[in-house]
C-alpha cells in the first residue's frame, strides 16, 4: 500500500515536471506569436508562443509575421507544450505541428525574434535568430528593426505624453 502511494506520488511530480500538452485544432492566428486552439471539448484556448516576440500588427513585418504563422499552422492540428499560463491568461506554449517546431520556424524564417528576457537559456533560439540574421531573412533585411518590446514601450510612452484637452467652461 505504501509503496503504492509513493509511486503515485512520484508520478505525478514528473508529470507536473514536464507541464501539460494540448491538442487541437487552430481556429485563429491574432498575430505572428499567438493563436487560438479548439481541443477535442470545443474550447477556445489562446496560446502565446513561448520564447519568441513577433512584430506587432502595426510594425514593419507584423502582417507579414501573422501570415507566416498562419501558412504554418492555421486549420491545422497541432500539439502545445506547456506549463504555465502568462499575466494575460494565455497559454505560454511549445507549438508543435507533427514533428515541426513552430516557435523555432518563425524565429528560423526571420519573423519574430528570440525573445531573451523569456528565454535567455534557448540556446536554439539565440541560434536561429543569429542564422536569419545572418542570411538577411525576413524582417532581418532592414539594417535595423526594432524589436517588439522596443516599439511596445514606444506607443505606451506616446500615448501617455498626448496632451489632453479640455473644454472652456
Known amino acids: 500500500m505504501r509503496k503504492s502511494i509513493v509511486c503515485t506520488i512520484l508520478f505525478c511530480l514528473i508529470l507536473t515536471a514536464f507541464g501539460d500538452v494540448l491538442e487541437g485544432l487552430v481556429v485563429k492566428v491574432s498575430d505572428g506569436d499567438t493563436i487560438t486552439v479548439l481541443d477535442a471539448s470545443k474550447t477556445q484556448h489562446r496560446v ?6 513577433a512584430p506587432e500588427s502595426h510594425q514593419a513585418f507584423g502582417r507579414v509575421s501573422r501570415h507566416a504563422l498562419s501558412e504554418l499552422v492555421a486549420n491545422r492540428k ?58 538577411k531573412l525576413g524582417l532581418w533585411v532592414e539594417p535595423n528593426p526594432i524589436p517588439p518590446w522596443d516599439f511596445r514601450r514606444t506607443k505606451k510612452q506616446d500615448s501617455n505624453n498626448k496632451p489632453t484637452s479640455k473644454v472652456a467652461p
Open 48 to 53: 502565446r508562443l513561448n520564447g519568441i516576440d
Open 78 to 135: 497541432v500539439r502545445v507544450e506547456y506549463s504555465k499560463k502568462d499575466q494575460y491568461g494565455r497559454i505560454l506554449g511549445d507549438v508543435f505541428v507533427g514533428t515541426l517546431a513552430v516557435n523555432l520556424e518563425m524565429v528560423k524564417r526571420g519573423m519574430a525574434w528570440h525573445y531573451v528576457h523569456f528565454a535567455k537559456d534557448n540556446m536554439e533560439l539565440a541560434r536561429a535568430e543569429a542564422e536569419a540574421r545572418r542570411q
